[in-house]
C-alpha cells in the first residue's frame, strides 16, 4: 500500500516561500496522480494542484496559478510543492494524495492521504 509523508511546513511572511514535499513508499508509486489538497478553519477542503501520471501534465487551482509549482522526482518518489509569494489566504492545512487519475487540479479516485503540514502566512 503507498504511503505518503508530508514535510516543509510552516511560518512564513507575507511573499515569502515555502517548498513541501510528499515523500512516497509502498508499491507502484509510478501509477498513482500525485496532488495536493488544502483545507483552512471553515473553509472547504481545496484542490490545489495535480501532477499526471499518465501524461505528465499539471494542473493548478486558480488561486495559486503562477505562484505555485508541482514537481515530481520519481527516482525519489516524492512530490514537491514549491510556493512563492504566499499570501495570508494561503494559510492552511496541506495534504499530498494519490489518485488514480487528475481532474484538472484534483487528484480523483484518492488510494491514500498523507498526515498533513501545516502552512502559516503571516507577518
Known amino acids: 500500500q503507498l504511503q505518503l509523508v508530508e514535510s516543509g511546513g510552516g511560518l512564513v511572511q507575507p511573499g515569502g516561500s515555502l517548498r513541501l514535499s510528499c515523500a512516497a513508499s509502498?508499491?507502484?508509486?509510478?501509477?498513482?496522480?500525485i496532488g495536493w489538497f488544502r483545507q483552512a478553519p471553515g473553509r472547504e477542503r481545496e484542490g490545489v494542484s495535480c501532477?499526471?501520471?499518465?501524461?505528465?501534465?499539471?494542473n493548478y487551482a486558480d488561486s495559486v496559478k503562477g505562484r505555485f509549482t508541482i514537481s515530481r522526482d520519481n527516482a525519489k518518489n516524492t512530490v514537491y510543492l514549491q510556493m512563492n509569494s504566499l499570501k495570508p489566504e494561503d494559510t492552511a492545512v496541506y495534504y499530498c494524495?494519490?489518485?488514480?487519475?487528475?481532474?484538472?487540479?484534483?487528484?480523483?479516485?484518492?488510494?491514500?492521504w498523507g498526515q498533513g503540514t501545516q502552512v502559516t502566512v503571516s507577518s
Open positions: 509502498g508499491f507502484a508509486w509510478d501509477y498513482y496522480a
Open positions: 494524495a494519490a489518485g488514480h487519475y487528475c481532474s484538472f487540479s484534483v487528484p480523483e479516485g484518492i488510494a491514500s
Open positions: 501532477s499526471s501520471n499518465s501524461d505528465g501534465s499539471t
